[in-house]
């Protein structure tokens, strides 16, 4: 930049209240064009001047992005059921019922003491996003399905969210496998309520869909219920084979 | 018809032209920016509904509302409008003028972003004049080709995922989703300010008849744009 004050009429002081009026002369304000940029400019800004502003910019996006993903851990959150269901430690009840020989009602506490399992397993949303490696505590349903022995007639399994509205059913079958389980804690905690507290269904080979949240009842039948979502067109065996 | 002024300025009449008008932008630039607006912000605010868990899982005929209209504006976006991007371009000489203008980003445009900044700081600092557009304006247009760039390309992989879930590498799509997410948000954040600039602020929103109607009082011209020359002999 040159010492020595520019024209003010084509090179415009910073302050408002110091600004001339344009140069408007008989021809009209844009017939009088400032003059080209000089190389007092350049100096102004160096090249590696302005790739630092580039990459502080990167950076603080690359920052506002792991942020974002501290918070949310990486999870959107779906839900048909509004309000969120609200969980009360003392009025939860886990029901087990149905085609089944011996039904159950577990308190909260009871659920946690049942034997327990941790699986660590990717979490794959039907929309595209997932979350790897997610620690899941609870009890797997084969479990579950040893301590109220199903009738011969129960052949699929029903799943029901506390809010009423949301349910998913898998075969008796499918409940059976080994890393078929529901879980009270994510990642070491308790469930918290967005991420279905207190209690959520983990079918970690199928899209998330299939696994409700504010899980409170367990339904063995004979025939199968489509769930929410598959009632909308959806795929009764999310099966993940990509 | 003030809007030059009301920065706070005082500023005389200009002689007998301080009413003039002059012709800033012609009908297909209008035309291409607000197509682009309209199905940019669609997604925008349909896309956003991912932050919203009661809005996102609103319905109409068993399809998530929102969702699908994503994706149904999305495809439009990728495959129509390039299509009348390409029409312009063989069509308007006056749209060829100004996208390659717009991105035309020289020494002293980056300089303009600097000083300007050093000037919104309060520092004392002379942005140098600039033609038709300023350095922040040409950031702008590089920001938001990389963006809409950026938002297509990881937009698509979704789309097709969203159509058939079988046949992208499950992998891949979810290692693309955070990228759309980020940039949708780096977006919503620089429409919000482009929006606040056109609309709110006062010593910029003179600037919004331009692209409204295709014109701008000749005073606001010469005061932010001193070294355009706008076209003679057409201030209607």
């Known amino acids: 930049m040159t010492p020595d004050a520019p024209d003010p009429a084509t090179h415009p002081p910073a302050a408002a209240a110091e600004q001339v009026p344009p140069p408007a002369g008989p021809d009209g304000p844009p017939a009088k064009a400032a003059e080209p940029p000089g190389r007092g400019w350049q100096r102004r800004m160096s090249r590696a001047g302005f790739l630092g502003w580039v990459a502080a910019g990167g950076v603080a996006a690359w920052g506002g992005l792991r942020l974002f993903d501290l918070l949310t851990g990486g999870w959107r959150i779906n839900t048909v059921e509004h309000p969120r269901p609200e969980f009360d430690p003392a009025a939860y009840r886990l029901v087990i019922d149905g085609l089944v020989s011996r039904p159950l009602v577990l308190t909260y506490a009871e659920l946690r003491a049942l034997p327990a399992v941790r699986q660590v397993s990717d979490f794959h949303c039907v929309e595209g996003w997932g979350v790897p490696d997610v620690g899941w505590d609870g009890v797997r349903l084969q479990t579950l399905i040893d301590l109220v022995a199903p009738t011969g007639d129960a052949g699929f399994v029903t799943f029901h969210s506390l809010g009423g509205v949301y349910r998913d059913s898998l075969t008796l079958r499918q409940a059976m496998l080994p890393d078929a389980m529901i879980a009270y804690d994510m990642d070491g905690a308790p469930l918290i309520p967005r991420h279905g507290a207190p209690l959520r269904l983990v079918m970690p080979r199928m899209f998330g869909y299939k696994g409700p949240k504010w899980l409170t009842r367990i339904e063995f039948r004979d025939a199968r219920d489509i769930g929410y979502w598959e009632e909308r067109g959806w795929e009764i065996d999310a099966w993940i084979r990509t | ?236």
């Open chain 2, 1 to 236: 018809m003030d809007s030059h002024l009301s920065d706070g300025a005082v500023v005389p009449p200009a002689g007998p032209d301080a009413s003039a008008r002059v012709r800033r932008y012609g009908v297909a630039t209008r035309l291409w920016h607000w197509a682009f607006a309209a199905l940019f912000l669609c997604l925008l605010a349909t896309g956003l509904t991912n932050f919203w868990p009661e809005a996102k899982a609103l319905q109409a005929g068993g399809e998530r509302l929102f969702a699908w209209t994503h994706v149904v504006v999305g495809f439009a976006f990728v495959g129509a409008l390039p299509l009348l991007g390409l029409l312009l371009l063989l069509r308007s000489r006056d749209f060829r003028a100004d996208l390659a203008a717009a991105h035309r980003v020289r020494t002293e445009d980056l300089v303009w972003v600097q000083e300007q900044g050093v000037r919104l700081a309060g520092g004392d600092a002379r942005p140098p004049p600039p033609g038709k557009f300023n350095g922040g304006q040409k950031l702008n247009a590089w920001a938001v080709a990389a963006l809409t760039a950026g938002l297509a390309g990881s937009g698509v992989v979704l789309g097709v995922h969203w159509v058939d879930r079988d046949r992208l590498d499950l992998g891949f799509v979810e290692s693309v989703f955070p990228w759309h997410t980020a940039l949708a948000l780096v977006a919503a954040v620089l429409v919000a300010g482009h929006v606040a600039l056109a609309v709110l602020v006062p010593g910029t929103r003179g600037a919004l008849g331009g692209m409204l109607h295709g014109r701008v009082s000749a005073a606001w011209a010469q005061r932010h744009h001193p070294r355009w020359r706008p076209p003679d002999g057409d201030a209607r």
